[in-house]
DNA sequence: CATGAATGAGAGTTCATTCAT
DNA sequence: GATGAATGAACTCTCATTCAT
């Protein structure tokens, strides 16, 4: 057993080699000009034995899509041990923002680049990214039993709050911002989220 | 003079032709898969047709790029007529809303789509998307003049509205929002809104 | 028959035109990179007319090429009135480089170019060709019954100066002459003329 | 180790392979009308093959100029051995024509066809040919100080016996000589060399 | 006479992928 | 398990040429 077990380690360990690598050429050269032959260059393999570890290009991107996930749910567990659930939620938007921005490949294969076969990971990979939805719409659901918001309706209300911090990761993401100074971005952000969140907050009686 | 009219109009028909159908498939499979021949088959003419009317595949998206900010901005003057400003900024949402889900291909290519020479290109096309930048920010600025919203940093105000409705249109273009039913749509977005604007409305004195 | 007439005339200028247009790109940019479109746009013709005075684009070269013999055979004249054989020798090579280095693009084309159907040209071309070859060998024979030459092989001793002219002509023209400096050239020219025909001489008695 | 020779040996196979046919396709077309893909087909390997081996179409040309001026010189080496000057320089002469007229593709790549990036390549490849001409120039002096040859300019008399040499050789392979039957070449080559050369000499006192 | 519109053929090049070893 | 060698299919783009008008 041990033999077998040492076996499924590196082959793991290959793997994430290989998706380290692709994730990093996709951060440093954007998507589409990273090559298979680029990533086996970088890991010093030969091209033919990616193929060993991943039926296609298309599988790489499609396990780097369950990883960015894992990844993102896992950022967002940070704020589980806020009490106060108005503060929770701030913070969860702030970690859904720092997550986008100190991951930018990451979060455009998730949540913004159109992918190959669509519709067949749609279903597949929502799971995960449901239970980030979920976790989401729990802290929204606190907030208002808290009487931080008002009880409207939770689908809503989580479709807005996810639109607008996805919207503003998006457009400097795929850099639409030029009016905002580089080094302004975070700045704005945060008063972006004041703007739009903290000023929601209905002061509890 | 009525041949060479006809004339300038057939040259205008097939520009529009193949602006179209490269549109089209932009839309269907991303920017990165169109190909020329693509499109010329398409259309069915031979490749080296389409170079009577462009000079490259970046003139094609460089002329959509442009006709889609004329379309967006036109669409946008509707709302000119409203008096009161803060019903002007809630219509102004909406049209926002409607062109994009009207015309999700040039959306996603004037919003979303990573276009290649990025920089130099957002330089020159810019200017059209500043005119309506500047339009939303001067509507928000009467908003706040007239006592609807608190006098604030009008560009975080502007940035943060911005991104809430990019947010909703780009989730539902890149088809992200499994969770919603198709036919629901509108309603939520509506109702979004409601949620993230409406509640923002300061009574006036 | 004016009409006729002017029509003939009309049909040489444009020709002319053409010819004169081509080889004067031929000459801007090298042979290589000439288009139809690039000379019919030139003379701001649409290309397909230039079908209508010339068969095709080897047709024009080939009319190049016999332009370029009728050009190079009269060059060549200036030196008839020249009385002394061995003077006339002697000019007769200067004419020979000064054609060639002043018209660079006709040389290249006549003596150095491997032109498409090289030999179908070859025979019809040599004519005009072969005029000025008997010219030289002419005046070479002339040289040897005046006693400047020895009487030798007429064809070796015609076949040998001409290698030499066309030899620093293609060398020259080709550029393999790194090694003299470009404002060296004409004096190098002269001088090797010297090294080469002027020492061959033989004191006449 | 035997392996890892054989498979070095078989790439070097490759290489030749793909630059004999190249060689003899430039010969056959002239550089511009070669392409690779008729390479490829040549050989009967897809044109992807082709980029195994060479960067692209001017790496092959670059190795068949190296290649080309490393036959030449040594094929000139062979005179080296000659003690008599006047000897070694007739030898010079007749080892120049039979390299090129043995090896006309090679002749042609290196002292008459026009390549693309003349100017670049030139200054390193010259270096290669560089050799070869002082060579030349050494076997001249060696004349002079033996009172065979006049103390004239150095580089002058190099110019114009090259000159000499090279219009021999680049007339019969561009095809010039329709005039001299092909049977009759070798034997002219050789009267002219004396036309032009040894009647040059000086008796030594 | 002149041409606008169109194209077939073909260029160099790149890439994901396969397969015998 | 790993790979060197190879390739089919694609890409963008250019050019000489034709033909209906």
Same mark, same amino acid.
Request: hydrophobic share 40%; charged share 30%.
């Given at each position: 057993?041990?033999?077998a ?8 360990? #290959? ?8 994730m990093? %050429? ?10 298979? +032959? ?29 990883? &960015? ?18 503060? +929770? ?7 859904? #923002? ?10 455009? %294969? ?6 190959? &076969? ?5 279903? +597949? ?12 719409? /729990?802290?929204? /659901?606190?907030c ?9 309706? %939770?689908?809503?209300?989580a479709?807005?709050i ?8 998006? %457009? ?30 209905? /002061?509890?009686?």
């Amino acid at each position: 057993m041990g033999i077998a077990e040492r076996k499924e380690k590196e082959k793991k360990e #290959m793997r994430s080699l290989i998706l380290d690598t692709a994730m990093r %050429l996709f951060l440093e050269k954007g998507f589409e000009k990273v090559t298979l +032959r680029g990533i086996a260059e970088e890991i010093e393999y030969s091209p033919a034995t990616i193929y060993l570890y991943f039926k296609d290009k298309n599988d790489i991107l499609f396990a780097l899509h369950t990883e &960015g996930f894992e990844r993102f749910y896992r950022h967002q567990q940070t704020i589980r041990t806020i009490k106060d659930p108005w503060k +929770r939620l701030r913070k969860h938007a702030q970690a859904y #923002m720092s997550f986008a921005l100190e991951n930018p490949e990451y979060y455009d %294969l998730m949540f913004i680049m159109r992918g190959p &076969g669509e519709k067949i990971k749609a279903d +597949r990979e929502w799971g995960a990214g449901m239970r980030s939805y979920d976790f989401l719409k /729990q802290n929204i /659901q606190d907030c208002m039993e808290a009487g931080y918001l008002p009880r409207e309706d %939770l689908d809503v209300a989580a479709f807005a709050i996810w639109s607008f911090t996805h919207g503003m990761a998006s %457009l400097i993401i795929r850099q639409r911002c030029g009016m905002i100074p580089k080094e302004a971005i975070p700045a704005v952000v945060n008063a972006a989220v004041d703007f739009m969140i903290e000023a929601r907050k209905k /002061q509890k009686q």
